[in-house]
């Protein structure tokens, strides 16, 4: 992961930059439906979440909601939390959570 590109895309709210990164994280991240997790993507969204928190020190990933937004696919929210000039900012990342391919990046919105 870039994190200067990511982080230039978030603050400038460029959703080519940032899906291009977030894009590198999810290249392996299949669904595995389970009983409690008809989707499959539950470990997966914290996966993502993880590897974001681990590339990038000037930002905090977190989980709003999994699945929570009903569309086709359903989507998830991570909130980015990061400083540009001393300041505390927040964006929110949609992501695509398909039954039967990888997370995709799906918008970024404040």
């Given at each position: 992961?870039?994190?200067?590109?990511?982080?230039?895309?978030?603050?400038?709210?460029?959703?080519?930059?940032v899906?291009?990164?977030?894009?590198?994280?999810?290249?392996?991240?299949?669904?595995?439906?389970?009983?409690?997790?008809?989707?499959?993507?539950?470990g997966?969204?914290?996966?993502?979440?993880?590897?974001?928190?681990?590339?990038?020190?000037?930002i905090?990933?977190?989980?709003?909601?999994?699945?929570?937004?009903?569309?086709?696919?359903?989507?998830?929210?991570?909130?980015?939390?990061?400083?540009?000039?001393?300041?505390?900012?927040?964006?929110?990342?949609?992501?695509?959570?398909?039954?039967?391919?990888?997370?995709?990046?799906?918008?970024?919105?404040?």
């Open positions: 992961m870039d994190c200067e590109s990511f982080i230039n895309g978030l603050i400038t709210m460029d959703e080519n930059l899906k291009s990164e977030i894009e590198k994280l999810t290249v392996d991240l299949y669904p595995h439906p389970a009983e409690e997790d008809l989707i499959g993507h539950a997966n969204i914290q996966t993502l979440i993880d590897r974001i928190n681990a590339g990038c020190d000037d905090t990933a977190s989980l709003i909601c999994y699945a929570c937004i009903y569309t086709y696919p359903a989507q998830s929210e991570i909130l980015i939390e990061y400083f540009d000039q001393g300041h505390r900012k927040e964006v929110i990342i949609d992501v695509h959570t398909p039954e039967n391919d990888i997370l995709r990046f799906a918008g970024l919105h404040q």
